[in-house]
């Protein structure tokens, strides 16, 4: 079992940054599939981005350039850097994680976060 708590959303306008967190408990990161999902309202939950077991890294092209995923696996931390951010970016953003090698399909990931709302106004 994996428990995920997220912290750090907020509300910024547009063309700032913010950095989340995700605390992991209950097993080494280093050994498990994390991605940050975002829900927006009457829209479906998406993957953002996804670190891999092993480092590489998957990111929506909407975010490319934008939005970087790292890991700290000595403090069991995840984050997500959010740079020059726009009001589409506005969601709930979780933290996810998966026994699985990769996927970027919310369906796919077992233990989520309760979700921290990102607010960007224009």
């Known amino acids: 079992q994996v428990q995920l708590v997220e912290s750090g959303g907020g509300l910024v306008q547009a063309g700032g940054s913010l950095r989340l967190s995700c605390a992991a408990s209950g097993r080494p990161l280093s050994t498990i599939l994390m991605g940050w999902f975002r829900q927006a309202p009457g829209k479906e939950r998406e993957c953002v981005t996804a670190s891999r077991i092993g480092g590489s890294t998957y990111l929506a092209n909407s975010v490319k350039g934008r939005f970087t995923i790292s890991r700290d696996n000595a403090k069991n931390m995840v984050y997500l850097q959010m740079n020059s951010l726009k009001p589409e970016d506005t969601a709930i953003y979780y933290c996810?994680?998966?026994?699985?090698?990769?996927?970027?399909?919310?369906?796919?990931?077992?233990?989520w976060g309760q979700g921290t709302q990102v607010t960007v106004s224009s």
């Open positions: 996810a994680a998966a026994n699985r090698l990769y996927s970027v399909v919310a369906a796919d990931y077992d233990y």
